[in-house]
Nanobody, 115 residues
Framework: QVQLVESGGGLVQPGGSLRLSCAAS????????MGWYRQAPGKQRELVAT???????NYADSVKGRFTISRDNDKNTVYLQMNSLKPEDTAVYYC?????????WGKGTLVTVSS
């Protein structure tokens, strides 16, 4: 059974930075796509960034140039470095592990961007 635990959320001022971490249990981490999604109040969950097992990354247009996804396969951990944060980045951020048979989700970590 895979478990995902996010950390690193919090309150930050506009223009600031945060780094989210997601630690995964299990042995399939290095073979799967990992992703970050977010859900703002009253909105649907949306893709933020993904990282494939082959090292390719993909970003939502709204975060390109500001956010960077990375992974450490030895630590079973995926990161999301968020720079130049904007109020519209405020959301609960969820870690996703995309396996062949199903998706796994963390419980989420809240990021609030406000002055």
């Amino acid at each position: 059974q895979v478990q995902l635990v996010e950390s690193g959320g919090g309150l930050v001022q506009p223009g600031g930075s945060l780094r989210l971490s997601c630690a995964a249990s299990g042995s399939i981490f290095r073979r799967v796509t990992m992703g970050w999604y977010r859900q703002a109040p009253g909105k649907q969950r949306e893709l933020v960034a993904t990282s494939t097992s082959g090292g390719s990354t993909n970003y939502a247009d709204s975060v390109k140039g500001r956010f960077t996804i990375s992974r450490d396969n030895d630590k079973n951990t995926v990161y999301l470095q968020m720079n130049s944060l904007k109020p519209e980045d405020t959301a609960v951020y969820y870690c996703n592990l995309h396996a062949v048979i199903r998706d796994y989700w963390g419980k989420g970590t809240l990021v609030t961007v406000s002055s």
